[in-house]
């Protein structure tokens, strides 16, 4: 099993009297199929705690491990299939819609005609199926936002990290991205989301509240559900 464990995770920036710790002593463990909300005030560090089990933040203390394997750097995530969704979306704003989820799987070395049935199933997974030739600038925040989740749903990873996926969206696009993660979920992913959303925390299998990097939980993680 390909599950996310952290242990002892401890974040801290800068040094001596500014040094700011960003996350303390953070534990968890999310198996395949978990779909896990992080949850608490801005600058509580959840974004902090997505990029390090991402692998782009490295621990000041403590490890971060998929399936028994160390994860070192951001590289190595990503060869592992760890996939992460930034709030900003860190779309190409020069490419289409269809383009930002096209070419990153090309680029992974997935076959052209899968890579555009992939693009297209994502896509309409996300309600964007009429949007894919238009622009990311020619999009709605919310629009482009939905574009980013649909390139980590193409991408198929083994563990997708969402920060904020529901933040600029109505509800009824809220529901549907929340159905698609839950999907992602349901095919064998670990999924963990940060969010302010409390709608959104509450269809999750798991609430980690952060606050000021401090972690507890609300909600614990049970047996990975199915649903």
């Known amino acids: 099993m390909h599950e996310l464990v952290a242990r002892g995770l401890e974040v801290r920036y800068g040094a001596g009297e ?14 395949p199929g978990q779909l896990l909300a992080v949850t608490g005030p801005s ?5 902090t705690l997505l990029w390090a089990l991402a692998g782009a933040v490295p621990p000041s203390e ?7 394997t160390g994860l ?10 760890v996939a992460i969704v930034p709030q900003g979306n860190g779309l190409a ?19 052209a005609d899968e890579a555009f049935r992939r693009t297209a199933s994502a896509l309409a997974l996300v309600g964007l199926e009429e949007s894919g030739n238009h622009l990311i600038e020619e999009l709605s925040g919310g629009q482009q936002q939905r574009v980013a989740l649909a390139r980590a749903f193409a991408a198929q990873a083994t563990v997708l990290l969402a920060d904020e996926p529901t933040s600029d969206l109505d509800a009824a696009n809220r529901e ?42 609300r909600r614990p993680l049970g047996q990975p559900v199915r649903r």
Not at 43 to 47: D, F, I, L, R, T
Not at 72 to 81: E, F, K, S, V
Not at 93 to 104: I, K, M
């Open 18 to 31: 500014a040094q700011i710790v960003a996350l303390r002593d953070v534990d968890l463990m999310v198996q």
């Open 43 to 47: 600058g509580a560090g959840k974004s």
């Open 62 to 68: 403590g490890t971060v491990g998929l399936a028994g």
């Open 72 to 81: 070192t750097d951001r590289t190595q995530a990503a060869a592992l299939g």
């Open 93 to 111: 704003s020069s490419l289409t819609a269809a383009e930002n989820v096209v070419v990153p799987l090309l680029t992974a070395g997935v076959a």
């Open 176 to 217: 549907r991205v929340m159905s698609a993660l839950r999907a992602e979920a349901q095919r064998g992913a670990v999924v963990v989301m940060a969010t302010h959303d409390p709608e959104a925390a509450e269809q999750t299998d798991g609430e980690l509240h952060l606050d000021e990097g401090v972690a507890t939980w």
